[in-house]
Structure formats: C-alpha cells, structure tokens
C-alpha cells in the first residue's frame, strides 16, 4: 500500500516537482527507505478544495498514515521512523541540530540588499562550523551513514547553491573542502537524483522572495 503524499508543484509547471526543501526531506526519507509513495502535486498558488480539506493551511508537505493527513515534515518525518524502522535513519541526539542555522543565515544573505550587512559573514561562519564538524566526524553529519539529519540538510544545501550562485554570483568557498566533498555525497545519491528539482524552478520558486 503506497503512502500518499502532497508536495508543492513547480510554478508555471503544474505536473513538475516543484521547489521545497521539505517537501524534498520527506521523499529522501522514503526513497532511501525504499517506502513506495504515491505523489500529489498541488499547485500553491492556486489550491485546490480538495486539498485545503486536507490541510486547511495550505502547506505541503502532508502525508496520509492511517486514513490521517499530517503536515510538518518535522513530524512526518518521526512517524515514518517508527513506522518503517529499517534501514534505520535515526540521527543521534548529539548531532541532530549540526547545520540547522545554514538555511536561516543564508536567506537572510540572499535577500540582503547591503553587502556591508554581516549577512554574508554570517553565512560563511555556519558553513564553516559544518566543515569543522564533518572533518572530524564525517563524511556525514553522524559519521560513515547518512541519517535523518543529512536528509533535512542536504536538499537545503541544493537551494542555497543553485539560488546564490545565481542570484548573487556566490559559491561556498573553495577552502571548506568538507563541506564541497559533503554535498558532493549526497547530491550523487540515487535518493537525490530521482527527486531533486530543476534549477530553473528553483530559481523561479525563489525570485519573488529575491525581488521582494
């Protein structure tokens, strides 16, 4: 039996993946899992009524376990867990913050219009805390197996280098060899390929927040 899944639709591109890291987590849960889904695309900008039944908020991702929908990746994420238990995903306590603060630092920098802000700095500093921690204890975030923490990180990673590169001409610096060899890693992974998302939707996704 297939778990059913809503995730946002590329803009423009109604029967396209669209660009949302979350809704990207919860698929790489399943894949590397080898959970079979069935996948809804729902058009956020103009959402249907079937789907705000199911979701009165309007977000994506939800998931339906037990004739229930659940939204927050957070939480779906935990329920596939424990519901499908191996290969196990699970992320140690003690690594399962490592990385949490590269997606906020790097929005602010990417919305940024003052190059004397910080917000650049601050980013940098983010992924240099993650090269430090990955040389020491990679090549993922809780050693030799990727987990939960990897899955979340990584589709993240994917935005911010698509969407700094092209709006801001901006790449990880070439000195954080960890953190390159890292997404290196798991955007080659079998889990990613099938459901990572066009650039050019990643960057149509992202240019309103840009030019806001």
Known sequence: MALEICVK????????????P?????????????????LNLVN?????QWFLEISPEGKVPVVKFDDKWVADSDVIVGIIEDKFPEPSLKTPPEFAHVGSKIFGTFITFLK???????SE???????????????????FIAGEKITAVDL????KL??????????????VPESLTYVH???????????????KVAKEHVIEGWAPKVNA
């Open 181 to 195: 060899n890292y997404m290196k890693s798991i955007f080659g992974r079998e889990s990613f390929v099938k459901t």
């Open 44 to 48: 956020l900008s103009d959402k249907p």
């Open 112 to 118: 940024s219009k003052d190059a004397n802000n910080g």
């Open 121 to 139: 700095q601050d980013l940098v500093n983010e992924l240099k805390a993650l090269d430090e921690h990955l040389k020491g204890h990679g090549p």
């Open 158 to 171: 994917y935005h911010l280098e698509i969407t700094l590169g092209h709006f801001k001409k901006w790449t």
């Open 22 to 38: 979350f809704c990207q987590r919860v698929l790489l849960t399943l894949e590397e899992k080898k959970v079979p889904y069935k």
């Open 152 to 155: 979340g990180l990584g589709p």
């Open 9 to 20: 639709a590329a803009a423009g591109a109604p029967d396209t993946l669209g660009d949302c």
